[in-house]
């Protein structure tokens, strides 16, 4: 309390004048005011350019993405890219692994996982970002101790710009938020950029909507 | 902590590795081209930088009411907010926290504020042992040196100075220097520690009145390992990162990592909003010199900085003399205006370490006047009967140009084609240890008269 006392004092005694004032952020953009989660809430159909510059831009942040038609073809893409995979975690019923998260008592536990797998509720084209919660991971640390990480987002959930997603996103919502812009990198030697420093050593984002009957009950976004 | 830093000699040491020297530009300035051209892709970024701008004035001007806010929210969220008026007032809380939870062992991803406060070394002498998880970091800690630079800490080294290194402390290799096994290498040895570890620590980018939660940045996901695995998080926040609203994180994000490596977000952007499920969350809200500096009408603008490192990476001086030279633990032209605060008498010389190019100026996203607020250091430590003779000597032959503003930019506003020679000028005159060696590589001529023409020319407001 003291030290709180202290510091604000400090700064009541030092406040810089004139008091500047707090300026709007411009006006989203009208296309994208509908309210909650993909196509199924309303979102106007994306341009075919937005889907394709997102994964352009997912590309660019290191990542990799795949139109594909359903679950189905989901499941199948993931068995073709990660054959030889042990341990696959899923944190969505939509596509099952050999272990639920659900069952996943301790962080700890995820150390071994090959592939983890998770939904994610937006993509933003312009950092070829998916957002993911606590809700969506449900260990958080399935995020980054898996080795690979897949991500099922529906194409119609991705806006254009960080301004769009902060307008949709309910931050008050989740404990843990993040926007994940392809897998864990560095480029701390020589700026040689790594893929795989600390975190998921690739990022799949495979593009496919969510089906209704597996949508889990809290996204993160505005309902 | 007063005998006074030398950048010179610094610099010269480092100058005298060559392919150190030259490596180190060529990467520096790359990162700064790839901020053009990724920049270049948003039509509104000077929009976007006067936002950032006025929002960080706002808060600053306002700065008692949005830290109380972000203490009330967040400690309804769960966590708990501690206060800390100076470092070693920071070390002890955390401490205090580690020591209440029995921590031996604890795992920390890239915190300039932990590194300003001299965290690391106050907790290994009470028996923590410390990890530095982020890469570049983790070089540093175990060359027993501060980073050079704030977004890539080691990148004035060589692979083969890191091959060595880790040969020595990690058993790798000796003869393998590619950049992807030896980071592989630390993956492997950094990986059972996060799981070992009983505490993560981690620092803030930016910390949210309205929400009450904070938002870390990184490349690597570091932060978010600690964040998840151990059961206890203790984030370090200085005063100065508060933003008002959620929304203001589109403005800020937007700008943080094309600013800082050219690309269009960092890898992991992450919102800490509570502790996790079966976890424990401590924030400690450090001061250390900030609000003396919000009464400095000189220079309380340095405050909005977002550590981004784009004036480091566009700087021809840091560049060239490398981060250690400038020997505190911000470099580049943000520790030219940032360490005197801290100690003048310490770093009395850094004012003298920069060309006044303005290049920092034009770069940075919160549009802090940093050549400006160099200048007026400059003037405080000649004020102060600090200046040592040589850089008397240097004023002089510089005219008295440096010493008075309005002549400064006259000078600036020389024909237009002098200011691509204008850092030659003010660099090699034969007093200057690092102009000795040999000639820069271009300034940015281009982008600087553009900026001239857009923000002295049109608008005046120098
Ligand atoms: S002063 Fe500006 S350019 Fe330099 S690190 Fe801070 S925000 Fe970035």
Redesign the pocket.
Known sequence: MEARDAILSAIRRNLPRPAVPLPELPARDPKQTASGVGSKAGLTKPSTGRVSDFQRQLQAMGGTSFEVADLAASRAKIAELFPTAKVICSATREVPGTRRIEDVRDPHDLNDVDVGIVRSSLGVMEAGAVWLTEADLVVNALGVLSQHLVVLLDPAAIVDTLHDAYERIDLAASTYGLFMAGPSATADIEGVIVHGAQGARSLTVLLVAADPTHLSPKNGTHE | MSRHVDPERRAARFIALEEHESTHDRLVWGMRRNRDEEVARVPEWEKLRELASQIKEHTLTHLDRYLEQFEGNATRRGMHVHWARDAEEHNSVVYQILRAHQVRSLIKSKSMLQEECGMTPYLKKRGIEVTESDLGERIQQLSDEPPSH?VVPAIHKLRSDVATLFAREIDSDPSNSDPHYLAEAMRGNARPRFLAAQAAMTGANFAVAETGGFVVCTNEGNADIGASVPPLHIASIGIEKLIPRARDLGVFVRMLSR??LGSAITQYTSHFHGPRQGGELHIVLVDNTRSDRLGSPDFWH?L?????????NTCPVYRRAGGLSYGGTYS???GV?LEPGFDIERFRELPFHSSLCGS?TE????K?D?SDQIYKWRRVVAEKGLVKLTKKVGMSALGTTLAHPSLFHSAESLAESALEHAPRFLLYNPLNAWGRHRELPAAPARTFRQWYRENRGNHGSA
């Open positions: 704030i600013s800082a340095g909005k900085c977002i550590r981004c490192g784009a004036c480091m580049g032209p943000i205006i920092c770069v940075c996203p919160v802090i940093i």
